[in-house]
């Protein structure tokens, strides 16, 4: 596509890559141009979590069996 005809319709296009994830090209004085959808990974939408709020040092040495209850079996 020229330059000159996606100057026209330049937020058609825009929208069109938007619905169809299609990328445009663009040529302009010899170099090609592309419009591309960028999606983030799942790994870039995950909400950030914090691992543990305390101490570390905290949880050394507790009796889980105890925490947990009696009624959580253990597999092997």
């Given at each position: 596509?020229?330059?000159?005809?996606?100057?026209k319709?330049i937020?058609?296009?825009?929208?069109e890559?938007?619905?169809?994830?299609?990328?445009?090209?663009?040529?302009r004085?010899?170099?090609?141009?592309?419009?591309?959808?960028?999606?983030?990974?799942?790994?870039?939408?995950?909400?950030?979590?914090?691992?543990?709020d305390?101490?570390?040092?905290?949880?050394i040495?507790v009796?889980?069996?105890?925490?947990?209850?009696?009624?959580?079996r253990?597999?092997?």
């Open positions: 596509m020229k330059i000159t005809a996606s100057r319709n937020y058609q296009i825009l929208d890559v938007i619905a169809t994830g299609t990328p445009v090209e663009i040529v004085k010899g170099t090609v141009l592309r419009i591309v959808l960028e999606r983030p990974s799942k790994l870039d939408r995950l909400k950030k979590r914090t691992g543990f305390g101490d570390p040092d905290e949880i040495g009796d889980w069996m105890r925490e947990w209850g009696s009624n959580v253990l597999v092997s």
